[in-house]
């Protein structure tokens, strides 16, 4: 294929070389002479490991140049990589100052390209926050042109996971890839540029690669933050933190895997508040400082005071609650998030009906008894003894379990407005009709 690379810094020069390496014909852009200049000498621009030699090779054999002009680049390709840098501004926002000013000069030179081949398509590989391509990029695209994305040129979010240092292995063994597609046609030609690599691939819409990026950096900052705070506490415990992570990593079924990584509702139960408050609090007595682990507790409280929000913003008194245990298939109350729920809500004033099949205010014993006792002592006369009870009381119902008999009896249509707080086995298909609200989807 014959792409243009915008932007020769890591991201972009890696993939020119890379692109070039796999044989396809490709012009690298940027607006700095001294990177051209080096690039056509075959030299790389940056320092990482390899990429002086494959760039000297591509140079070489003819499949790598570049240019500082952006219309030669349009009209020698057929697919352009933009890999501009997105750097925060001082307020920590997203700078899209170079992406809007290469998509402009990107639109400019397509306007001059048209009817002088195919269809050309525009692929960001910039990491940029969702609603970026489509609220700012594919307009300022289709003014300069003059046409449709999707129709007249295609549009494509690629987003890039090479790590510095070992950027282009990453390149040749990427962890996955990630297509967002405007329409097929345009994901068909990114994905002809890594035809051959291994990994799974991925066709999305253009938001969900945008966000993709994020949630892997996310993650990886949050790992390493974790394990440095757990490697203080351990410190200060005397306690050997390596031999601590080495036990946690090999427990693959829930600690190193999805297990508790889809959004739903807020955690609870007897182990995790009570075994993170007490972590905290040694770290605390030991004089260690634990941001991230201190927060933990405030950020489930937050999740869960969502949910009452909505239920505010929809401005009804009677309310119906599905699910008060805080693990289906128990009726262990202690620090279930929907007890708290319930409790706030009830606080408020709110009229509540609560059904759960697997809680009997009878049979409550022990510790159990006691905790809901003082939490929510009204709980004998909110318990409904059936589904079609809570339904015909509500005007709103929130869904924290998903019981089957609760499942097949919930309506669709709006009446009651349903919160779903568990994404329900149907939530792709109820987020398209009227009266369904996702907690965090």
């Known amino acids: 294929m014959r792409v243009s690379v915008f932007g020769l810094g890591y991201v972009g020069c890696v993939s020119a070389a890379c692109l070039a390496g796999k044989g396809h ?195 990886h900052g949050l790992k390493i933050g974790f394990a440095n705070e757990l490697g203080a506490v351990c410190r200060a415990l005397g306690v050997d933190s390596h031999q601590v992570m080495d036990v946690f990593l090999a427990d693959r079924k829930l600690n190193i895997s999805p297990a508790y990584l889809r959004p739903g509702f807020a955690f609870g139960g007897s182990c995790l508040p009570k075994d993170l408050r007490s972590l905290v609090h040694a770290a605390q007595r030991a004089d260690v400082s634990v941001p991230l682990l201190s927060h933990v507790l405030p950020s489930n409280s937050a999740h869960l005071e969502r949910a009452v929000e909505l239920v505010e913003r929809a401005g009804k008194r009677r309310v119906g609650l599905f699910g008060l245990s805080f693990k289906p298939g128990t009726d262990d109350l202690r620090e279930s998030p929907l007890v708290e729920l319930a409790e706030r809500l009830f606080g408020k004033g709110y009229d509540l009906r609560i059904h759960d099949a697997n809680v009997s205010l009878s049979r409550l014993l022990g510790a159990n008894r006691e905790y809901v006792e003082t939490r929510l002592p009204h709980l004998a006369q909110l318990l409904a003894d059936s589904v079609d009870e809570v339904l015909d009381h509500a005007e709103v119902c929130l869904v924290g379990t998903r019981d089957p008999a609760v499942l097949s009896a919930l309506p669709h249509g709006g009446d009651p407005l349903l919160i779903d707080l568990v994404r329900l086995p149907d939530a792709d298909t109820r987020r398209a009709e009227p009266g369904y609200v996702g907690l965090a989807w």
């Open 25 to 219: 014909e490709v012009i690298g852009v940027d607006v700095n002479q001294v990177k051209v200049d080096l690039v056509n000498d075959g030299k790389a621009p940056v320092v990482e490991e390899r990429i002086g030699e494959l760039v000297g090779e591509v140079v070489g054999s003819g499949a790598l140049r570049a240019t500082r002009d952006v219309r030669e680049a349009i009209m020698g390709s057929d697919i352009s990589l933009v890999c501009v840098g997105t750097p925060s501004e001082p307020n920590g926002s997203l700078c899209t100052t170079y992406l809007e000013r290469v998509t402009e000069e990107i639109g400019a030179a397509l306007a001059d390209r048209a009817g002088r081949g195919g269809r050309h398509t525009v692929v960001f590989r910039s990491t940029m926050l969702p609603g970026t391509c489509a609220n700012l990029l594919i307009p300022i695209l289709e003014k300069y042109v003059g046409g449709t994305a999707g129709v007249d040129f295609g549009v494509a979010v690629n987003p890039e996971f090479l790590r510095e240092g070992t950027s282009v292995r990453d390149f040749f063994d990427p962890p996955k890839t990630v297509v967002g597609e405007l329409d097929p046609a345009s994901g068909d030609a990114v994905l002809g540029l890594y035809e051959g690599l291994p990994g799974e691939v991925f066709r999305v819409p253009v938001a969900t690669a945008e966000a993709i990026k994020y949630a892997d950096n996310a993650f």
